[in-house]
């Protein structure tokens, strides 16, 4: 069975826009966990322009399975150390993109990222790294260490959305995904998906989980809307 992770960064996005407390990510993590999620994602960010570290603590409170992102960065190894999520994803982090433009960079940063994932395996917390699809990424994933990989889908669903031809990127995704498997590292994908990327990735054996934020919060809005308005006018009919 594929497991789906929903990333609820951007309630967290909305909340921020008011400063208050709604939307709850606690409560949607809770909700979003009862109509099927198998786990819930944050990324908590340097600059914590969505989650903060208040969200992380009250979640991690629960028996929600987290998968926390996070920065290679020892500030934020020290927190994942400290929370104790059931997952972590290692994530490149650049403070001014407005969402993880691409895979970490494995051979340049390849003594830190191994370090922390081996602080986080010693700690039974399931690691994963957020990379490109490329056979040396898996291959230097495996020599860090990692139980998972992430695959950035985030050019793949771009070519698919603009209706360009996907098929080679699709092709790198698959061979990494099979070159993973036979390494006995487990695969999960992720960014910029929305129902007809996951409807083509889910037909990938070897991908066993999907993270997926934007978009799931994007349509809630959307097919939520009716119950919404639908209340407030019973509400004010008078
Ligand atoms: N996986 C990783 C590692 C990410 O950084 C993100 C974006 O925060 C996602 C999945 C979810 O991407 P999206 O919001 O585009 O679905």
Not at 49 to 68: A, E, M, S
Request: glycine share 6%.
């Amino acid at each position: 069975m594929k497991r789906l992770g929903v990333n609820i960064d951007h309630v967290a996005t909305i909340r921020n826009a008011r400063g208050g407390a709604h939307p709850n990510p606690l409560e949607i993590s809770k909700q979003a966990i009862k109509f099927g999620a198998d786990s819930i994602t944050i990324h908590l960010r340097e600059d914590r322009r969505h989650i903060n570290d208040n969200d992380l603590k009250k979640i991690v409170k629960t028996k929600i399975p987290l998968n926390l992102e996070l920065a290679c960065d020892y500030k934020m190894m020290k927190i994942a150390l400290k929370n104790n999520p059931t997952f972590v994803c290692l994530v490149p982090e650049k403070r001014k993109e407005i969402t993880t433009e691409g895979g970490l960079n494995l051979i340049k940063y390849f003594k830190k990222i191994k370090f922390i994932v081996n602080r986080l395996n010693n700690k039974k917390i399931r690691t994963s790294l957020f990379i490109n699809p490329s056979l040396r990424d898996v291959l230097y994933s495996k020599k860090i260490n990692a139980k998972c990989i992430e695959i950035h889908t985030g050019k793949l669903s771009n070519l698919i959305k603009t209706n360009k031809n996907y098929k080679h990127e699709l092709k790198k995704i698959k061979r990494c995904s099979k070159y993973a498997n036979s390494l006995g590292i487990e695969v999960h994908a992720g960014h910029g998906m929305d129902y007809k990327t996951a409807k083509i990735l889910s037909k990938i054996d070897e991908i066993k989980e999907f993270n997926i934020g934007h978009f799931i919060i994007g349509e809630a809005i959307s097919i939520g809307l009716m119950n919404v308005i639908k209340r407030f006018k019973k509400i004010i009919r008078k």
